[in-house]
């Protein structure tokens, strides 16, 4: 996949369309500073905006594979175009953390990008695990590198919150005392 190309092309789109948008998974962690490989990009997009993002990616050649009431799936024949995932945001959580999202500068500044917050990438990989226990070594392992990577400036009430609603306390505190 060319990132580069397809940031360029979607960001474009996003905002012709005004579409509610951040950037999450592991292209988002390494705006945050943790050095993490992946293959595709992942977004938390508005529910009612996914109309827009069919559309989109309709016009940009890409298949839909997967569609449910939580997620999207798109994928390119075009192997420099690859797989782009939606999370369609509408629940309360969702939709706050889009609203949180920071604008960060991509490829040496020359495009900017809406991503979400080392607290919601934390909290979207805690519901992770909680969907699928199996991912619990991997996911944790990147919760605490971004946790290291935002010791001073994270918001530990937010961990908490998810931590709550998920009923997960008990990795909250360990998280804590890992950081402390």
Same mark, same amino acid.
């Given at each position: 996949?060319?990132?580069?190309?397809?940031?360029?092309?979607?960001?474009?789109?996003?905002?012709?369309?005004?579409?509610?948008?951040?950037?999450?998974?592991?292209?988002?962690?390494?705006?945050?500073?943790?050095?993490? #490989? +992946? /293959?595709?990009?992942?977004?938390? /997009?508005?529910?009612?905006?996914?109309?827009?993002?069919?559309?989109?990616?309709?016009?940009?050649?890409?298949?839909?594979?997967?569609?449910?009431?939580?997620?999207?799936?798109?994928?390119?024949?075009?192997?420099?175009?690859?797989?782009?995932?939606?999370?369609?945001?509408?629940?309360?959580?969702?939709?706050?953390? &889009?609203?949180?999202?920071?604008?960060? @500068?991509?490829?040496?500044? #020359?495009? +900017? /990008?809406? +991503? &979400?917050?080392?607290?919601?990438?934390?909290?979207? @990989?805690?519901?992770?695990?909680?969907?699928?226990?199996?991912?619990?070594?991997?996911?944790?392992?990147?919760?605490? +590198?971004?946790?290291?990577?935002?010791?001073?400036?994270?918001?530990?009430?937010?961990?908490?919150?998810?931590?709550?609603?998920? @009923?997960?306390?008990?990795?909250?505190?360990?998280?804590?005392?890992?950081?402390?």
């Amino acid at each position: 996949m060319d990132f580069k190309i397809v940031f360029s092309k979607l960001l474009t789109a996003f905002e012709e369309q005004d579409v509610r948008y951040a950037l999450m998974g592991g292209f988002a962690m390494g705006l945050w500073g943790v050095a993490r #490989s +992946t /293959v595709d990009l992942d977004f938390l /997009v508005r529910r009612e905006d996914m109309p827009k993002v069919d559309k989109i990616m309709a016009g940009m050649g890409y298949e839909l594979r997967h569609h449910s009431e939580n997620v999207s799936q798109y994928v390119s024949p075009l192997r420099v175009m690859g797989e782009v995932d939606f999370l369609h945001a509408f629940r309360e959580a969702s939709v706050e953390m &889009l609203k949180r999202a920071a604008d960060k @500068k991509i490829f040496n500044g #020359s495009l +900017t /990008v809406r +991503t &979400l917050r080392p607290e919601d990438l934390i909290g979207l @990989k805690l519901q992770a695990i909680k969907n699928n226990p199996q991912r619990e070594g991997n996911d944790m392992a990147d919760i605490r +590198t971004l946790i290291q990577s935002q010791k001073t400036g994270l918001d530990w009430e937010l961990v908490r919150g998810y931590c709550e609603i998920l @009923k997960m306390q008990d990795v909250f505190e360990e998280l804590r005392g890992d950081a402390e």
